[in-house]
């Protein structure tokens, strides 16, 4: 096994994301770049350092778009890197890998959603147990309110998207129109929404 | 709640969280399934790059040919629209699809008028680009749609010549 990849198995289960250091971020582009580079040409070890490094917070994402459906976060993230790796020659390093690889895997599961939404409306019908179940792992260790994640479980899954990326993630409405391939307004008026529906969850679960 | 401790809360949902272990198995197992099928990363850039100058392409020879069948239609429509022979009508299906059947007689009919021999010979080169884009890609119902539309718009070429004497 690669030396940085043995490294980091010794990584807990669930963490939760410190702002890093300007020298750790440094350091991290620096042995992403060489680790991109060899996995560009075919290294699957070099890849699978940067699988390590990167999986926990790729998988994060996706479990809160997916409303903490494990099985679909599971395959979403599967989908993203081998769609990475696929992709890995075309990286030019314009941006750090971090941010492009969570950029597609943010848009491979917005459109597992999209397709969702148009073929099996029975799919995102939600199992209430499964996903108090689900979020109370999540939230076990961080001391948060159990339901303020199982409100945001329970959203409808364009709103859930448009409620995470933005207040959860941190990503600009000028960002989300363009991968929801929507107008700038329609991301300011689901967000709106999506908001009023969780104060209507918690409102009616306290 | 107020407004502050609400947008705390819900950025303090930001957590990470590790995949469970068959899930880079699984990636492990569909990258070497994709290379023993011969998917390779460079394999996939060559047919985006390829998809990359066919889209422009395809738009440029789709808006090549509804303009010229709107030239056609607007320079030579005939004051009235007399009916076509059904049986000369199918002799110009077939010489159009034929790259040899009667290509020969059709090409001297249309060489008496140079701008409609020139509008032909516009039309044949983009039947014969979309055929080469249709060899990459066969099953393409856009480039189907556009191959009939190329043969439909060189069919109507010759007729107006042979209205035109």
Sequence with gaps: MHAAAANLMGTPRLFRSAPPTAPVIATRIDSDHAEVAAA??????????????????????????????????????????????????????????????????????????????????????????????????????????????????????????????????????????????????????????????????????? | MNEFEWRKQLRDLRTDLEPPVQVWTAIVSRIERNDAEGVTASDSRRRRNSGQWARPALAVAATLVVGIGIAITLAWAPPSSPGVDVAKRADLLESTRSPTGNADANASELARNPVLAATDAELRELQEQIQRALAVQPDSARLQRMLSRTASERRRLIQYQSQLG
């Design chain 1, 40 to 206: 560009a040409g075919g290294d699957v070890r070099a890849f699978e350092a940067l699988y390590l490094r990167h999986a926990a917070r790729i998988h994060g994402v996706l479990r809160r778009l997916s409303g903490h459906d494990s099985a679909r976060a599971e395959e979403w993230t599967q989908e993203a890197f081998v769609l990475a790796w696929q992709r890995l020659s075309s990286f030019r390093g314009e941006s750090a890998f971090a941010t492009w690889l969570h950029r597609l895997a943010v848009n491979v599961a917005l459109m597992s959603l999209r397709s969702t939404r148009r073929g099996d409306a029975a799919a995102v019908a939600w199992d209430d147990d499964a996903v108090e179940n689900a979020a109370a792992v999540v939230m076990a260790d961080h001391g948060l309110r159990l339901d303020l994640a199982t409100a945001v479980a329970r959203l409808p899954p364009r709103a859930r998207a448009i409620l995470v990326l933005h207040d959860v993630e941190g990503w600009k409405h000028e960002e989300i129109a363009r991968e929801l391939g929507v107008a700038l307004g329609t991301s300011k008026a689901q967000l709106h929404r999506a908001r009023g529906l969780l104060r209507g969850h918690l409102e009616r679960e306290s």
